[in-house]
């Protein structure tokens, strides 16, 4: 701001220098014009005949020119010269000092008390002054000057800062050479965040997992290129509080006895995205003393490699930007499979796998997971096998996708095991995947069966499509637009909603997995919203949600979240309670209904306890709405509706799960692309979206191989014995040698 300031005022300095100049031009040529007329009417005539006189040496013209030139200001009084010092400091802050400086106040020339002789109409004249001109010019010298001091009293200000500022990093330097071990306070990388209350060893076993529990959320949650950073910070100061390494006072830091093996820092290394990033970890490491054989970080990018050596994905040019899709599924799945094998639970004859898509954050993600998995909705058991910026439509997936479903075709077994597939995901991808044109624009709204939408309630009216039908029907569909016919809803309701023939046709409609998270998500946000739609409940329902934590969406439709959701139908009886009306009472108990229904909704395989559960629970909600005509009017309009009442049940009678394999895995990939979204718009780079593809990869292979609860159980169960020869991610040999699996 005061640079600002002081180049302002140069700027004006200036320009009043230039208005001057024009000024005393002006009035130099109307002197000198009156003076000419003056002269011109007082010189005589002269007379021819009469002899002219000679002058004087010093005649009148001579004194005149001498009266002339004593009238001339004498030549500016240079300013002072400026030092390299302070040319140095007029550079750093972009400006100059005036080129001609102004006339001192000493060196005014006084005006003559004589008058002037009468001139020649040639000769150069100043112009006369008034007084008040002259008190104005003075004004501004002064205040010329005071603005000078202003300058030279600031560029000493700004010297001294500059001195104190260069001798206190020399002593700081001279302290960090006297400790070598000390860090810093300045450090950029490593800022001061002050001294913990107790070291790690101090901490009770609870503090201590608790901490170990937000480290891991932490590492877990920053998959991306643009968090790596940050996450590296962090994890660099847990590492320094965790060996006892505070402040630069603190001598000889005690260090653990366990050392960061391979398989720790895998799972940092996922975070890494650049080479600063890497040599930042190598320093961390060196400086503990964590690398023993050789280079820990060279062991990291190699075994990455390894894993993702089965990973070929294809660039895609779409109008949004670029997107991936994998070229070789069976490569990636085999790898996985392999690797995993040791820890596949429920594992018979079949493997079960479900290709699952959804649209957020302006991307569509179709993954591949494991129905065997240790944690099978966890985003870390989804292969992202395509990724594209552009919405789930039927369109997009035909353009984008083309290479990808006869790859899926192809996949009938692995490793001599038979593949069983299942379709799963939200319910417009599950509409363009089976050629459905969508509950809006049809009266045929539900993607398994061909009921109506006025026959949604009606149990008998229930009959699931299959493969040789649906092709019919897209065909029909396409034989009515050849023949003239408009895409118009009587159209569209002859071939029961079909417009697309099936992009997977080994896939019958009974594998199609009934979205369990994204119906108790969506009935649940309609209901609570018909709920603040009553005169006076809004408040009472708004106030219950901030009490039990229910939080909604900060973007799109601000709808319910996931688990707030749950947390409503869990405690939705004590709702009930706040309300007087029948109708808000109503809408309470069909919230406490869909709450019995979701408990059966678990990752896990369904007993047949489980599954009589499961179906007396749909029963009892039957009933319910049988005695509520208006919530069965409400809930008739509802395709997710019809797929609970009638679908999950048979579907789980016939597979034992209801949720083992949901959305929740998919919906949580979108908050690592909510991190890059921005950065990608205004940066759309190729190689940084397949590095995000290739560290997702990993954490797949982390998952199948059993690894990260592995290291969950070494964070919380500290080892005694200096042993970290044992097998991690590897056999390590003394020449650097890493053997996968």
């Known amino acids: 701001m005061a640079k600002r300031k002081l180049i302002s005022k140069l700027i004006g300095r200036e320009s009043a220098k230039k208005r001057w100049d024009r000024r005393e031009e002006r009035q130099a040529q109307t002197a000198k014009a009156i003076q000419a007329r003056l002269a011109k009417k007082n010189t005589p005539q002269p007379n ?121 990093l020399r002593r700081q330097l001279e302290q960090c050479a006297a400790t070598p071990t000390a860090t810093p306070t300045t450090s950029k990388t490593t800022p001061n965040r002050g001294r913990p209350r107790k070291a790690i060893d101090e901490l009770q076993r609870s503090s201590r997992k608790r901490l170990t529990e937000q480290i891991l959320d932490a590492i877990d949650r920053d998959r991306s ?80 490699r390894r894993i993702c050596a089965p990973l070929r994905y294809e660039q895609i040019e779409t109008n949004g930007g670029v997107g991936f899709v994998c070229a070789d599924v069976r490569s990636a799945l085999e790898s996985r499979f392999c690797a995993a094998k040791d820890n596949l639970i429920n594992f018979g004859n079949n493997i079960s796998v479900k290709i699952s898509g959804d649209y957020g954050q302006s991307f569509t993600k179709i993954t591949v997971s494991f129905f065997q998995a240790v944690r099978s909705n966890s985003p870390s058991n989804n292969f992202i096998v395509a990724v594209f910026p552009a919405k789930d439509s039927r369109e ?29 995901g939200d319910i417009s991808f599950i509409w363009s995947l089976i050629g459905h044109c969508g509950s809006a624009v049809t009266t045929f709204p539900s993607p398994i069966c061909t009921c109506r939408a006025d026959q949604m309630l009606l149990e008998q009216c229930c009959q699931h499509r299959t ?91 601000r709808d319910l979240t996931g688990n707030s959701i749950r947390k409503i139908l869990v405690r939705a009886t004590e709702m009930a309670e706040l309300f007087t009306m029948e109708w808000p009472k109503a809408i309470c108990r069909t919230l406490e209904h869909l709450g019995k229904i979701q408990n059966f909704s678990k990752a896990q395989i369904l007993s047949p306890n489980d599954l009589d559960g499961l179906e007396r629970s749909i029963d009892d ?31 789980a009678r016939q597979h034992q799960f209801i949720g083992l394999l949901d959305e929740q895995g998919d919906e949580a990939l979108h908050s690592v692309w909510r991190r890059l979204e921005q950065w990608w718009k205004c940066m759309p780079d190729a190689e940084q979206i397949l590095q995000q593809l290739e560290h997702h990869f990993v954490n797949n292979w982390l998952l199948d191989t059993g690894r990260i609860d592995e290291l969950k159980r070494n964070y919380e169960e500290r080892k005694g014995e200096d042993d970290t020869d044992e097998e991690a991610v590897g056999e390590i040999d003394d020449d650097c040698q890493i053997d996968v699996i």
């Open 48 to 168: 021819p005949d009469a002899e002219t006189p000679q002058q004087d040496e010093a005649g009148p013209s001579t004194s005149a020119a001498s009266a002339g030139e004593a009238m001339e200001p004498p030549p500016p009084t240079p300013g002072p010269v400026p030092t390299p010092e302070m040319d140095e400091e007029l550079l750093e802050f972009g400006f100059s000092l005036p080129s001609t400086p102004a006339t001192p106040i000493g060196d005014l020339v006084p005006f003559p008390s004589t008058p002037i002789a009468p001139m020649d109409i040639g000769e150069m004249t100043p112009p006369p002054l008034v007084i008040d001109d002259r008190s104005e010019r003075i004004e501004q010298l002064e205040m010329e000057l005071k603005d000078r001091d202003d300058t030279i009293k600031f560029l000493r200000e700004q010297v001294q800062n500059r001195e104190a500022l260069i001798t206190d």
């Open 225 to 304: 290129r643009s968090a790596s950073r940050g996450s590296l910070e962090r994890i660099h100061r847990e590492v320094r509080h965790k060996f006892g390494h505070y402040t630069p006072k603190k001598a000889q830091p005690k260090k653990d006895k366990d050392e960061m093996e391979a398989n720790d820092g895998l799972l940092l290394m996922t975070q890494l995205g650049t080479q600063k990033a890497y040599q930042r970890m190598k320093a961390t490491l060196r400086e503990f003393g964590l690398i023993r054989k050789c280079n820990l970080v060279f062991w990291l990018v190699t075994l990455k």
């Open 396 to 424: 997009n997936l035909e353009r984008y996708g083309e290479a990808l479903w006869g790859q899926i075709e192809q996949i009938d077994a692995l490793a001599g095991k038979t593949v069983k597939w299942f379709i799963g």
């Open 467 to 557: 493969i040789d039908q649906t092709v019919e029907l897209a065909e029909q569909y396409r034989a009515a637009l050849q023949n003239g016919d408009k895409a118009t809803a009587a159209v569209r309701s002859a071939s029961m909603g079909i417009t697309k023939p099936p992009l997977l046709r080994s896939i019958n409609f009974d594998r199609i997995i009934p979205a369990p998270f994204h119906v108790f998500q969506g009935i649940g946000n309609a209901i609570v919203r018909e709920l603040e739609r009553q005169e006076g409940c809004a408040p009472i329902a708004q106030q219950f949600f901030r009490r039990i934590g229910a939080r909604r969406e900060q973007f799109r439709k």
């Open 621 to 651: 909600f039957k009933v319910f709405l049988a005695e509520q005509d208006r919530m069965s009017a409400f809930l008739s309009k509802k395709p997710k509706a019809h797929l609970l009442l009638f679908h999950f049940v048979p579907f």
